[in-house]
């Protein structure tokens, strides 16, 4: 036990020690936002991830920063960066609301059925992390109720139990079903940005190829595929093609 | 048609040249585009008619090699003259070229007419070989002359061509012209839209590129003043002329106002269809003409000008940035009123500045008064050619406190590029003299908010994205929480936590029902409180409760161990019960010979009893128990 506890106090020591700082960086960004230097705040904020720091508050800062200098595309990029970090912080979700409904783009998505909206409400009523939490505590609550009914001598009780860990297990159900599906959708869905003025969605990934549309800064796509300098995306139902690589900001390139 | 020093044989030739330049100019109208199939068949008609007259009054007259002209292109006109006519002594005829006009050849050849009747005469036709200015519109080549009999005679002095534009070319063409080559950082100037249609123009024409650039605020017109107008002297062209909007430059250098793109429809070129038509078993072709509309793009040439900075010197310190020509009006609506009355400051700035945008003047410290968020209106009108843009501000005042308040003057400056100078016009001081008012309107102003007061909605008076967040304890990588040891160890921990405390408990329980387990287990706990009894009496001198204890915990002690009652038994039955339970021979003997000293020492007399040898008799007794411990 001694020996466990030694290792893992030398473990923390060793990443602690190991660990990226750029507080100095951070509060000069801070500084110079405040003060209206908006580029330069930038400039010492992207030291920061350049050293691979990534933080929801910093991505949310540089956001701001591009915002304030016009640049719709970069910060609704870092505001969507910040938010699939922490999807419950309620001013990154405040500014990309804000910022999305400054954009060009009106994107027209599928008529939505009333249960499936319903549904689709109810799965978003509790952050990812909420979710988990709770289905620790259930999990936490199933395994103390069984050991009640392990101790107790009285069929009631026991039946009391039983009773239960059947509607506890239905919500754990419920609950694992929805953060497990979250889960899938955050490792498996891209999503990207336009940050060039537009960008032209062509029917092949070539330059002589047909342009079909022309997406305006800010607006953001699925990504299908990226390869060779070009980004296959979607766009609701309708427009699906490929981009430059140099005219849009693929999100999970960051994380 | 002016014609002077005429030939005997030219005195008809007017007459033919006027024959021949209806029927050139009918071609030329807009009604020969469509029937151009029929007016083909015509033209061969009335050129017939043409060379019948000529035939009959045998005379010269001119043609071309095309029916329609087109500009840079080559093209010949035709001298033709009867054979019979022509002098023995004459010179080539000579052709004057003006209007851009290029002569490249003369050449002749001799033909015969046929009439009706196939009689016909001998003409010879003097090709002049020209090329069409590159300009469209109506031009003219001459004077034609001709040197017979050693005299100069003037056949025509001028003889006027039309000049079209290609059908391959664009029927529409657009510039954009500036009012001022040079302008002053963010001085207003307006972009003339010029527009020109050619013959073949359809319509349908839609603005696709508008973009003026990041460089400019700007004004767009709406453009309802474009009206177009037939082009003097051209019976097809139309040209319109409107201001397409005025901007304002945002910085100084040589910027570059991008070209404006339209798309329209025009006729293409004609081309050549072949039908065929068969009915009865007989098959005819017919040949037709046709010109089908096409999508056609135009745009303007892009703009450069030269921004000129603003003079540094003279400079105010809090310069607006504004350039133009612009009024300034600041008033207060009432110099005297009571607490609880609003004050109401009316600012009116209007100029020919940036289009729509006018910054606020700094006001003075109202630091005396309440006030409320100010009403601001912007408007724009267009006069005279320019953008004026009105800001009208109210901003009211509710006095604090009574009294008398001077509120210094308001200055507003900007820099006029008409005199090259920065002006500057100020508004006030005021005076205001506060009363005491009602005792309800000092109420009202000292408390915000009376319990009596209709409560209303707070306006929203704009958006903006949330502030900055502290960045005092970023790590070097955010996980997911899902992606964390403590999730998982916490996910995963009451499942071995509850089977091991299952498994605990139901062994406890197993333990708990098994009762010869359960006495020897507290067989040693038993025996320790016995032995403590027997060392209390020992303590306390009463040698016969002493060895009372001890015996109790012997065989107390046995039957815990062996969880079988010696208790009441006879020491021989105890001895067979002990050698059944594989106990040793000389163990045996020692708890027999135990018990007979304990028994022996109860009836004993007091006094034969010594303090040591009880010692010894309980050292013997803990002895023993601990030896037969191997009974568990």
């Known amino acids: 036990m001694k020996k466990l506890l030694t290792l893992l106090f030398f473990s923390l020591f060793i990443s602690s020690a190991f660990a990226k700082d750029c507080s100095s960086e951070a509060e000069k960004g801070m500084n110079s936002y405040q003060n209206g230097q908006y580029e330069q705040a930038i400039d010492f904020w992207k030291t920061c991830t350049d050293q691979g720091i990534e933080h929801p508050d910093l991505f949310y800062n540089l956001g701001n920063a591009y915002f304030r200098l016009g640049r719709l595309g970069f910060a609704i990029f870092y505001y969507e960066s910040a938010h699939r970090l922490n999807p419950s912080d309620k001013d990154i979700i405040h500014n990309l609301k804000h910022a999305k409904s400054l954009t060009k783009d009106k994107v027209k998505e599928a008529e939505e059925n009333p249960i499936l ?35 107790s001598k009285s069929p009631r009780n026991k039946n009391i139990c039983i009773g239960a860990i059947f509607i506890l297990s239905i919500f754990l159900g419920i609950i694992t079903l929805s953060a497990g599906y979250k889960i899938f959708v955050l490792e498996t869905e891209t999503k990207g940005v336009v940050t060039a003025t537009s960008a032209d969605v062509t029917s092949a990934p070539h330059d002589r190829s047909q342009t079909l549309n022309i997406l305006s800064e800010g607006t953001v796509f699925k990504v299908l595929s990226i390869g060779n300098g070009w980004v296959e995306i979607q766009l609701g139902e309708k427009i699906k093609g490929f981009v430059k690589t140099t005219e849009v900001g693929i999100i999970d390139d960051l994380l | 048609m002016k014609k002077t020093n005429k030939a005997p044989f030219f005195n008809k030739a007017a007459i033919y040249f006027d024959y021949f330049f209806t029927f050139f100019r009918y071609k030329s109208s807009g009604l020969f585009d469509q029937k151009f199939v029929i007016l083909k068949t015509m033209k061969h008609f009335l050129l017939f008619c043409l060379l019948f007259t000529i035939s009959a009054g045998a005379r010269v ?83 034609l002359s001709w040197k017979v009999n050693d005299k100069e005679y003037e056949l025509a002095d001028r003889i006027p061509i039309e000049i079209k534009k290609s059908f391959n070319e664009g029927a529409l063409s657009l510039s954009l012209t500036p009012n001022k080559k040079s302008v002053y950082e963010g001085e207003q100037f307006s972009l003339l839209l010029s527009m020109r249609t050619y013959e073949h123009f359809e319509g349908n024409v839609a603005f696709t590129g508008t973009e003026l650039g990041n460089d400019f605020i700007a004004h767009r017109s709406d453009l309802k003043d474009l009206k177009f107008q037939p082009v003097p002297g051209s019976r097809t062209d139309m040209e319109s002329s409107a201001r397409f909007a005025w901007l304002a430059p945002m910085k100084s250098g040589v910027l570059t106002i991008p070209p404006i793109q339209v798309k329209y429809t025009k006729r293409g070129a004609p081309k050549v269809v072949e039908k065929n038509h068969s009915f009865g078993g007989f098959s005819s072709t017919f040949k037709s003409i046709s010109q089908e509309s096409v999508e056609a793009e135009a745009q303007s040439a892009p703009i450069t000008l ?28 009432k110099s005297e009123l ?55 501000t109210k901003i009211f005042l509710y006095p604090k406190k009574r009294g008398t308040f001077v509120i210094p003057e308001i200055t507003y400056n900007w820099f006029n590029p008409s005199k090259k100078a920065y002006e500057t016009a100020s508004q006030g001081p ?62 995963f921990t009451p499942i071995p936590l509850y089977l091991l405390l299952a498994a605990f408990i139901r062994s406890h329980r197993k333990h708990i029902s098994n009762g010869a387990l359960m006495r020897k287990s507290k067989a040693q706990k038993n025996l320790k409180q016995q032995l403590q009894s027997a060392k209390t009496a020992m303590q306390k001198n009463d040698p016969r409760a002493f060895y009372a204890s001890l015996e109790k915990s012997l065989i107390g002690f046995l039957s815990d161990l062996t969880n079988l009652e010696f208790q009441g038994m006879t020491r021989e039955q105890m001895k067979e019960t002990l050698q059944k339970q594989n106990l040793p021979e000389t163990q045996i003997q020692q708890i027999d010979s135990l018990l007979e000293k304990c028994s022996s020492a109860r009836f004993a007399p007091l006094s034969s009893i010594s ?4 010692q010894e008799v309980l050292k013997q007794v803990e002895k023993l128990c601990s030896a037969l411990e191997v009974l568990k």
């Open chain 1, 117 to 151: 909206a319903s549904i689709y409400a109810l799965h978003h009523l509790i952050s990812l992390k909420g979710e988990l939490l709770i289905v620790i505590g259930l999990i936490w609550l199933i395994a103390a109720i069984l050991l009640f009914k392990v101790i």
């Open chain 2, 61 to 143: 007259s001119i043609e071309f090699d095309k029916d329609r002209i087109e500009a840079g292109a080559p093209f010949e006109l035709r001298m033709i003259v009867p054979i019979q006519e022509l002098a023995e002594q004459r010179e080539t005829p000579r052709l004057m070229m003006r209007d851009g006009f290029v002569f490249r050849a003369l050449d002749s050849m001799d033909t015969r007419t046929a009439d009706f009747f196939g009689h016909g005469i001998r003409i010879r036709k003097y090709i002049f070989k020209l090329t069409a200015p590159k300009k469209v519109g109506s031009f003219s080549v001459g004077p």
């Open chain 2, 306 to 333: 030269k921004v000129l900075s603003l003079p540094a010197s003279l400079r105010p310190v809090d310069f607006t940035g504004m350039v133009g020509n612009y009024s300034f009006e600041a008033a207060f609506d």
């Open chain 2, 338 to 392: 009571s607490i609880g009355e609003a004050l109401t400051l009316n600012i009116t700035i209007k100029g020919d500045g940036k289009p729509g945008t006018i910054t606020d003047p700094k006001l003075p410290d109202f630091s005396d008064f309440r006030s409320v968020p100010p009403e601001n209106t912007t408007s724009k009108t267009i006069r005279s050619g320019k953008v004026i843009t009105t800001k009208t």
């Open chain 2, 430 to 491: 005021w005076e205001i003299q506060v009363e005491k008012g009602s005792e309800e309107d000092i109420a009202t102003t000292t408390v915000p908010v009376p319990v009596t007061v209709q409560k209303q909605e707070i306006e929203t008076l704009g958006q903006d994205i949330r502030f900055i967040h502290p960045l005092n304890h970023i790590s070097s990588k955010a996980h997911a929480f899902y992606k964390t040891i403590p999730f998982w160890v916490l996910l």
């Open chain 2, 611 to 614: 303090m040591e040898v009880n």
